[in-house]
């Protein structure tokens, strides 16, 4: 049986790649960190009814302290690492720009460093981002592609980039960089553009609220599914050697576009909803992202499965359910 170690398995991506890695039959650890108030609701329902749910372990620790992940890789020697944790909020990276830097960035560093460390025999895979091309500098985005970060998490990641890149060439470690797009799902943390949109939706449907609060909705994504992206993470990790992917649809859509689709399906009009609140605009915006993945389709054998339009619907109709709504019943499909 595969050991795998997962940080952030706490939040959308960690708790899909789980469901994925023990539904491969691996041995799945994660690391959680302590807090005062509940943060296990992606991971409860898996303990609660996933069949390999007794190949799943949860242990404390958290990316500033590196003793702490020192202490779990040396223990666990897993053979693969899925490192996702992260401040992962580009807004809220403006108002804790050092932390991010501290987390999102020298996370990154402890952990390859504890891999180092403890000499243990591991496959390594660092959550990259689209928001490394920032303002970009080429259309659609690649692997070749110069980064020019537009936020402190944007800065922070390429700094987790390199230090992969670096620590695989140094080392000859396997680790890999998985440059994600945008990718959602209904377990999307509630602040990030898609759910919000799709949860302000459902309380408006549910009578619980008549105003969605938006920032810059003309800005563009590349949005995929993050259940389908979760196996690139994996497909990086089976390749002979470690390497640099690309990972997204090859197609871009605005705000307004998502929230077309979305009001749509339930026959309402977003522009009778809609306040442009600034507290949402960003300092330093990313106007637009277009990933090509065909090298993770040519080298890896992965294609995006879910549509964009798929993708908005199958969000209202978790978030009408989440408000004890009938989605047969309000959606026009
Ligand atoms: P997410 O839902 O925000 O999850 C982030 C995870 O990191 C949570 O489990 C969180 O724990 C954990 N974490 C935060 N601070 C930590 C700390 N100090 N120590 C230990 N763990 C900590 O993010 P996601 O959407 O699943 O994304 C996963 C990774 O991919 C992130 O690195 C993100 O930056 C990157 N990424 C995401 C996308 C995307 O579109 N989703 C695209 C490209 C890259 P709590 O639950 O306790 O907060
Ligand atoms: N969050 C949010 N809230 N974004 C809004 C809002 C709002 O009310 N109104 C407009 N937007 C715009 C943002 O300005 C941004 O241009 C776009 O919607 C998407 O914002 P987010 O959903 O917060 O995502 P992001 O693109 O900034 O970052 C996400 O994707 C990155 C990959 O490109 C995060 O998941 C990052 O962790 C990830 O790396």
Excluded at 211 to 216: K, R
Aim: proline fraction near 4%.
């Amino acid at each position: 049986m595969k050991k795998a170690f997962i940080t952030g398995i706490s939040g959308q991506d960690g708790s899909y790649l789980a469901e994925l890695l023990l539904d491969k039959g691996y041995d799945v650890h994660g690391m959680i960190r302590r807090s005062s108030s509940f943060n296990r609701e992606r991971i409860d329902p898996i303990f609660a009814s996933h069949p390999n749910k007794k190949n799943l372990t949860l242990h404390y620790g958290d990316l500033a302290d590196g003793s702490s992940l020192n202490r779990l890789l040396r223990t666990l020697k897993p053979e693969e690492i899925y490192h996702l944790g992260a401040q992962s909020h580009v807004r809220v990276s403006f108002d804790i720009p050092e932390y991010t830097g501290d987390i999102t960035g020298l996370g990154t560093i402890r952990i390859l460093d504890a891999i180092l460390e403890t000499g243990i025999n591991t496959r390594f895979y660092q959550a990259s981002s689209s928001e490394m091309y920032g303002k970009v500098l080429e259309v659609p985005q690649k692997e070749t592609t110069p980064f020019y970060p537009r936020s402190p998490y944007g800065a922070a990641k390429v700094y987790g980039y390199w230090i992969t890149v670096n620590y695989r060439e140094a080392y000859g470690m396997h680790a890999s960089n998985g440059i994600l797009f945008n990718h959602e799902s209904p377990r999307r943390g509630e602040s990030f553009v898609t759910r919000k949109i799709t949860r302000t939706l459902a309380r408006i449907m549910a009578g619980k609220s008549n105003e969605l609060s938006m920032g810059n909705i003309d800005a563009k994504r590349d949005w995929g599914y993050a259940k389908d992206y979760v196996e690139a993470m994996w497909l990086m990790l089976q390749a002979p050697e470690g390497d640099d992917y690309v990972v997204a649809t090859n197609e871009t859509h605005s705000v307004r576009e998502f929230l077309d689709i979305a009001f749509g399906l339930v026959g309402r009009d977003w522009n009778d909803y809609l306040k442009v609140d600034p507290k949402y605009f960003r300092p330093t915006e990313v106007d637009l992202l277009i990933g090509d993945s065909s090298k993770a389709q040519k080298k890896l054998g992965w294609k995006p499965k879910t549509s964009f339009k798929e993708l908005v619907t199958l969000m209202v109709r978790e978030d009408l359910k989440l408000e004890g709504l009938d989605p047969d019943r309000l959606m026009k499909l």
